[in-house]
Nanobody
Framework: QVQLVESGGGLVQPGGSLRLSCVSS????????LGWYRQGPGDIRGLVAS???????EYREFSEDRFTISRDNAKNSVKLQMNNLKHEDTAVYFC?????????????WGQGRQVNVYS
């Protein structure tokens, strides 16, 4: 069982920055993939960025130039630094952990953090 506790997010004007943080209850070196997803109003939840314990990092086209995902093994945490935020970045952001189990990949989710970009 993996518990993910998120913090950060909030309100920001376009062009501003916010950071999200997610702390895992287990050693993140044992977690195959940590990532951030988001779900805007009326949208399905989709990947923002992910980082694997192999070192592989993945971004989406909308996030690759403005967002940075990083993991801190010492603190069992993963962060998402978001710069130059736009209205369309408004969403609930979820931390995700994918654990490679003998029966397959198991997903764990944080509770979600609201990010509002407004002017």
């Amino acid at each position: 069982q993996v518990q993910l506790v998120e913090s950060g997010g909030g309100l920001v004007q376009p062009g501003g920055s916010l950071r999200l943080s997610c702390v895992s209850s287990v050693d993140i070196k044992s977690i195959f993939q940590l990532g951030w997803y988001r779900q805007g109003p009326g949208d399905i939840r989709g990947l923002v960025a992910s980082t694997r314990n192999t070192g592989e990092i993945e971004y989406r086209e909308f996030s690759e130039d403005r967002f940075t995902i990083s993991r801190d093994n010492a603190k069992n945490s993963v962060k998402l630094q978001m710069n130059n935020l736009k209205h369309e970045d408004t969403a609930v952001y979820f931390c995700n952990a994918q654990v490679d189990c003998t029966t397959g990949i198991k997903n764990y989710w944080g509770q979600g953090r609201q990010v509002n970009v407004y002017s």
